[in-house]
């Protein structure tokens, strides 16, 4: 039996608490300063509210005062903030998990630099360890609906980092007959893949937005979106140097985002003509990183192609995308731009 502190009880970290507890597992789950009224009520009775699941008997909670002792002694430990709650893990909880903790987290995001790198966020983790301090950052990528997880329904997803005996130890603590679990040291390769599917979930999701607003199927519009949206993460991921086969964790993460995600919301309105700002305004307080990713991974592209290391044309949906998202333009999907650059 390992014990597994997680910090930010967001609803997808919360879900790993059914196959953790249930491999033997002692699950100790904290809440960020955001997620008091949820460590309040897991504490009472085990009920995660927004999660809307009981969560396995033995879950022990813990509020961010309790951190130290939610970490002490624990063998692992889950990350289960959002991409806008990592600036806040650095500052206040890093520091804290004991040397040599392994460290794995459920956020989907990257950072860009005005210079046009692209920063994976184990590799972000590792660039702001305490010095002395030494952890494995390792990352899960995949199609993983924490509902349905919470639920046992069959999924697979991948675990990525450096070290292979690390990952074979995050197997181990966490695989079930539901919960299908592939290794991968090729974290830059998947870990760009499933930030960029909340992106192009958005992107899909136009089509969604087309289809509502005229009462008509428009399978076709979304599966060649999908088509294109596919591409482009590829391009990404062969960018990054990343195995080019690694992306199929991005896309089966995309279809189950533009199936059931909050990422394809945002896209949908829009889709259907909304205005930017009162599709935000509508979705007020939902965690919705595809806007964010969008931007990111269109800086990296205007960037790096003036350097001559990407290809715009390789890249002409995530800059339709930015073009509406931050430039005021009107939504005009450009299919004659999208072709195979070979
Ligand atoms: N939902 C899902 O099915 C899946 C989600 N993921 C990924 O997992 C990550 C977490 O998502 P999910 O659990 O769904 O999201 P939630 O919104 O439920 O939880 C996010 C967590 O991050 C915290 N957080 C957000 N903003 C801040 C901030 N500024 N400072 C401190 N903490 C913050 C949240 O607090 P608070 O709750 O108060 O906002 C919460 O603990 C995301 O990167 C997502 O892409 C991956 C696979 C599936
Ligand atoms: O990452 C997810 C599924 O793998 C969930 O995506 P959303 O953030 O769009 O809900």
């Not at 690694?246 to 919301?265: A, C, F, P, Q, W």
């Not at 995530?318 to 009107?330: A, E, F, R, T, W």
């Amino acid at each position: 039996m390992s014990t597994i502190t997680v910090i930010g009880a967001g609803v997808m970290a919360s879900s790993l608490s059914f196959p953790a507890v249930e491999n033997g597992n002692e699950m100790r789950l904290t809440g960020t300063p955001l997620d008091r009224e949820i460590i309040d009520s897991v504490k009472e009775n085990r009920y995660h509210p927004t999660l809307k699941r009981t969560l396995p008997e033995g879950v022990k909670a813990f509020q961010i005062e309790e951190l130290d002792a939610a970490l002490s002694g624990c063998d692992a430990v889950i990350l289960g903030v959002s991409s806008f709650g990592v600036d806040w893990f650095i500052e206040n909880a890093l520091a804290k998990i004991p040397d040599k903790i392994p460290v794995i987290a459920v956020t989907k995001g990257v950072k860009v630099y005005d210079d046009g790198t692209i920063q994976t966020f184990p590799e972000l983790f590792e660039s702001k360890a305490e010095n002395g301090k030494s952890h494995e950052f390792c990352a899960i990528g995949g199609p993983c609906r924490c509902y349905e997880l919470a639920d046992h329904d069959d999924t697979r997803v991948a675990f990525c980092g450096k070290n292979m005996e690390v990952l074979e130890f995050f197997k181990r603590l966490l695989e079930r007959p539901y919960y299908h679990i592939d290794l991968t040291q090729d974290a830059a390769g998947l870990e760009i893949a499933v930030a960029l599917k909340n992106a192009y979930a958005l992107g899909v999701s136009l089509g969604i937005g087309l289809e509502e607003k005229q009462q008509k199927y428009m399978c076709n519009t979304q599966s060649a979106l999908f088509g294109q949206s596919s591409y482009e993460i590829m391009k990404f991921v062969q960018y990054m140097g990343g195995n080019v086969e690694n992306s199929i964790h991005g896309i089966g993460d995309l279809y189950v985002t533009v199936m059931g995600g909050r990422s394809k919301e945002i896209g949908k309105r829009l889709g259907a003509g909304m205005p930017y700002e009162q599709a935000m305004e509508e979705l007020k307080g939902v965690t919705l990183e595809s806007v964010v990713i969008a931007r990111r991974a269109a800086k990296a592209v205007r960037i790096l192609s003036e350097k001559n290391q990407m290809k715009k044309e390789d890249f002409p949906l995530i800059l339709h995308i930015d073009d509406v998202l931050q430039h005021g333009s009107m939504l005009d999907i450009p299919w004659k731009k999208f072709r195979v650059n070979e």
